[in-house]
């Protein structure tokens, strides 16, 4: 899989020249400010919370992460690894007149495996990112200095489960399948739930299913959305776009040339969060539409995504 | 602090020789059966997510983790970076037509650092760990065969706060200060929330506010329970004890040669999780006693722990 | 390859219960006294370096270690990667008036993979180690305190090289195939010169070129000797012994139910290093049979391994 | 350290826009053809290496790598760690029927660190490097594609120090100190030994023992050349120019506004390699002026520096 999804890249070429430098006063302009770091975040509020809570009525809890390991497909060159320890136990040593025994875990490798949220420094263009910020004035190599995943606030709010393979008549969407914003209009409509300012809308596609059956394949494309859906999604106003895909997007992309131009719609025009990889089966088996939305991202200080698992709660 | 919390361990001293070997017939058997993996998470269930629902009236959340990086205390030989890169991008190279430029992470490190979760199979007695299961049978190098942090089901129910530290009429307990029995039952006493059968318990001792003042003293002691503690929390059958510490106990220790009894009581005699290094600060603030307790903690195959961000709502 | 690996191990067997714990005093005792950390390095002299010296009469030099990376197939669970940064130069930036550019580079990965040294600290019986040291006394998770990688002086010695692949006709033994004493002795008696006191021997086997041939089957198995052929090659007072397999013995192992037995009687027994996946090709294309062998291993402080790639020259 | 070195960086200033893109043509040709990958390693022959060994007289061994570890003083950001493991063995367990225990190491973090190499990969001039070579051309995060470390041959030559604090009568030059162009050639006629084509050549400024008398202060500066001295060093035709401080310049620079200008002398415009923190300490003890200097780098595909242990012989 990482080979395949190496050469997409490839193909689509790497710019012959250096970034074209905007100016920052020709970028995309934050409606919530110049010095804003957190986007559509701030459309989070104690009143899309308590629209939420009166969505809980049967009590379960769902996790939209997948479990990740030294197996799961990743972008190249991204991998990961957790090693077992136990700390100067050697030869079967314990700690204390009580015997004590632990076990620790190091864990090596990259962040954006597996579930995800993609932070607002994440990606860009051109070199400039959400709020017209340069990569050569808040990237550092040991942490981002703007908008790092410490910054996003608990996202507690309404999600929206849009079922696109239902819509479209499948189990599952194939590789490639773009997502076209009539699509989105069409399922929205099908559906007695509209998703707006505030909330976080996730795509069902059926293609998380791939991941046990064939984990090249499903590393290789994706069904998706593309830049124009990107820009439907980001104009409902909400928090996040996520899918139960490892990028959102349709991959190959359908847009000559270009890649992942979907993310820079959302993250670097929008100020929107993607949320990649969620498990949707079982809200989808439950015929779920909406639910309470949770996430508490880990807080690594400058780092630009997390390895996540929301939780989902009707 | 490393140092300090270093010599505390010699302190106690190694076991002059093996793990003694109990058999698995002699050890504290599960109330969840010998196949059980959860422990205490087997008493959440659909009415405490209801019951904990009903106490989001207000619609405000709390982040209850900290951030975490590379200067973060650690218990030795612990510690964490993470690095930023833009790959690919050398010379400022970007991809596609559309110049799509992207920063990437890598952690490599701990997963025991700042707010956590320590799952079951994280701490035993001599060698043996909750429902009996002994390190050489399930650990393994490239992750734990059982209990490991991805079979946690999320953690959503009612948190109760008890403020250990308005109760002892200050605003931080000492290191090494014991929260008794007594102390624990006079909070809860003081308090009109009684914590019980799955609720998630946490201690506000103030110690979280040493983390910024002097963060080697911060890792070097902290106040906090004793096994006797432990053991009755554990009696209220509640899932996981939690507190603003980074270890819950009392360090330096109040037991003789004793170290971690009470990890031992928590994790291995009753399969309760621990929670560390929790930010209640907002919480205390606010005067919240109960409020609904959300958690999905990364879903690492084979982990012991995981750096977390539960979010209170309320 | 690592599964293959993997299954000889599991189908050795764990041994049942804990290790034995034999008394030092019942350990191999080091003739170079029970404070000893060097071993057979004790055996190195200036009279060995200067009769090395006299073997360079036509100024070539040979490198003997081979490339590692990514792709290098290692035993489970070990693997490493090199990760290649511009630290801080995001967008194309640079320093100075200058405009300094510079790469950096991380290593994150395991020590013993391609070619490498075996300190003495690496490999014991039942917990004991070279002269009769415990596990639980010497291994620490932050380095050995005793024999780590970083005593081993420069070893400068003469290099012999027994082609058993020419001794045997052919031109590769195969996966599995013992060299006995037998052919120890009788290669030793076909060429004129006869490795001894001080001396580091270097087997050739062919093995190395199933590593581009066929990466998976060369990790799986490969041709060496066994432990009556360590304490043959220990007896002849070598320094160390190499080969130009990864393991230096043949696998599967012949003798029932025990594993990496030559391993123990070199280093544990004897404090004879091992040397693996020595690239002895070009020395046998070009007839050589003696050589100075350079060896300067980077000092990791309480490493066990190292990967190296010594230098013959002749 | 770690921050004043940084600080020093800062000092000096990133430059305000983008690399200015030198194109090809206007770089400095190599002499060894527009291919070529080795600079300097190419004056590298049979002949030095019998030059070399007629020095070999005493047959006394130096190595001239430190030890590195947690605690080595490093560049910013760069850190590293060993960690030890015995693989599956937790509680005690062995592996086979002669209970095998064996302990493993795994090493993270960056290849700058103490004794080290610096391939022609490593630093360059506005984004460009030796032989024309642009970051964006040849530099990926998975291991550079020309000038790797792995394609070095093994340097077996003569090896020629300069007593330079003896010249300038100390034991040790201080931080800043410049050795001029003059100071060069006043200790090259001091001394019996003229260092030239195909040489090592090695300073001695006794920085070294600041390594363990004041950690911090060794790497906060050190004395060494400007890039004057580099362009006299690599006139000579040396094939690595080396030095007993962590980056052969001195720090703080003298040059205004530029830093590390000798490193892009050496390396992008002579494809003269650079050696640092050697141990000079018992070379000069001995009164040793010129030996055969041995050194074989592990050869980490992609690498733009490794650790070494470079070995003095004489």
Chains 1, 2, 3, 4 share one sequence.
Request: hydrophobic share 40%.
């Amino acid at each position: 899989m990482q080979r395949t999804v190496c050469s997409l890249i490839a193909a689509a070429g790497l710019a012959a020249g250096l970034s074209s430098g905007a100016l920052a006063e020709d970028w995309y302009p934050s409606k919530w400010g110049a010095d804003d770091e957190i986007g559509a975040a701030n459309a989070l509020s104690p009143e899309k919370v308590l629209e939420a809570a009166k969505l809980i009525t049967a009590g379960k809890t769902y996790r939209m992460g997948v479990i990740v390991g030294r197996d799961t497909p990743a972008f190249p060159p991204r991998s990961l690894s957790v090693t077992i320890t136990m700390p100067n136990q050697f030869g079967g040593a314990t700690f204390g007149e009580n015997g004590m025994s632990y076990v620790d875990d190091i864990f090596t490798g990259w962040l954006g495996i597996g579930t995800q949220i993609d932070s607002l420094a994440h990606l860009g263009i051109d070199g400039t990112f959400y709020n017209g910020r340069k990569a050569k004035d808040f990237v550092a190599t040991t942490g981002v200095k703007k908008m790092g995943i410490e910054k996003i606030p608990p996202i507690v709010t309404r999600g929206v489960l849009l079922d696109m393979a239902k819509y479209k008549g499948k189990d599952r969407l194939e590789e490639g399948e773009v997502i076209t914003v009539d699509d989105l209009k069409g399922a929205i409509e099908a559906q007695s739930v509209t998703p707006g300012e505030g909330d976080v809308i996730v795509l069902h596609t059926g293609w998380l299913s791939m991941l046990e059956e064939d984990p090249e394949r499903f590393g290789s494309g994706e069904p998706g959305i593309n830049s124009q859906g990107a820009e439907y999604l980001a104009g409902l106003g909400v928090v996040a776009v996520g899918a139960d895909t490892w990028g959102v997007e349709a991959v190959p992309f359908d847009e000559n040339g270009a890649v992942w131009g979907g993310h820079q719609v959302l993250l670097a025009k929008n100020g929107v969060y993607i949320l990649e990889t969620l498990d949707t089966r079982e809200l989808v088996a439950d015929g779920v539409k909406e639910f309470m939305f949770t996430l508490g991202q880990p807080l690594y200080r400058g780092a630009v995504q997390a390895i996540v698992n929301p939780v989902a709660i009707r």
